[in-house]
């Protein structure tokens, strides 16, 4: 399946809201409850124009057929990363990849990742990415691209605290 990876348009936020629900929905079976996940994931376009704006943030779609079925999230500000981003240390985080269920495993997330670094700027030398420890498939997602697991974590996620694994990545420039 041949993907095209662009930059994410505000008149993407329909099918970014439908694949991020899908691939939500498929990740976290079993872990969170569906009813939560339904209930809380939207994608207003509201929210696209604001990330549109921010210059520390890259924000890629994968396109198959004129349809977005993946998603990349980089950013490297302090209102848009984690406490565990050392800003002044050439860290980033990823803050998400999405893609649609349908699509796994044909090797787009990975094509997403890949142009989506290459747009990183130079001073960041350190990817950083946070994930449910149940999420075996995320994890194994960021394993196989060299992220290796530094520690353990918590999140607070529609009103319940789940733990986490953060893993981290050494770019070479």
């Not at 399946?1 to 809201?17: G, H, L, Q, T, Y």
């Not at 990849?97 to 094509?111: A, F, M, Q, R, S």
């Not at 994890?139 to 986490?164: A, C, H, M, P």
Request: charged share 35%; hydrophobic share 35%; with cysteine.
């Amino acid at each position: 399946m041949k993907a095209f990876i662009r930059n994410a348009r505000v008149s993407d936020a329909e099918d970014i809201e439908e694949l991020n629900t899908k691939s939500w929905l498929k990740a976290y079976e079993g872990i969170i409850p569906e009813e939560k996940m339904e209930e809380h994931i939207s994608y207003p376009q509201d929210r696209l124009k604001e990330k549109k704006k921010d210059d520390k943030l890259i924000f890629l779609v994968a396109v198959v057929e004129e349809k977005v079925v993946g998603t990349i999230n980089f950013c490297w500000s302090k209102e848009n990363t984690h406490d565990f981003i050392n800003l002044n240390n050439g860290e980033a985080q990823l803050r998400s990849v999405y893609l649609h269920p349908d699509y796994w495993g044909e090797g787009i997330g990975t094509k997403l990742f890949n142009e989506g670094k290459e747009k990183l700027p130079d001073k960041i030398d350190i990817l950083k990415v946070e994930s449910i420890k149940e999420n075996k498939i995320g994890r194994g997602f960021y394993r196989k691209l060299g992220f290796e697991e530094i520690e353990e974590s918590q999140v607070e996620l529609f009103g319940d605290n789940y733990d986490t694994v953060i893993q981290k990545k050494h770019l070479e420039n």
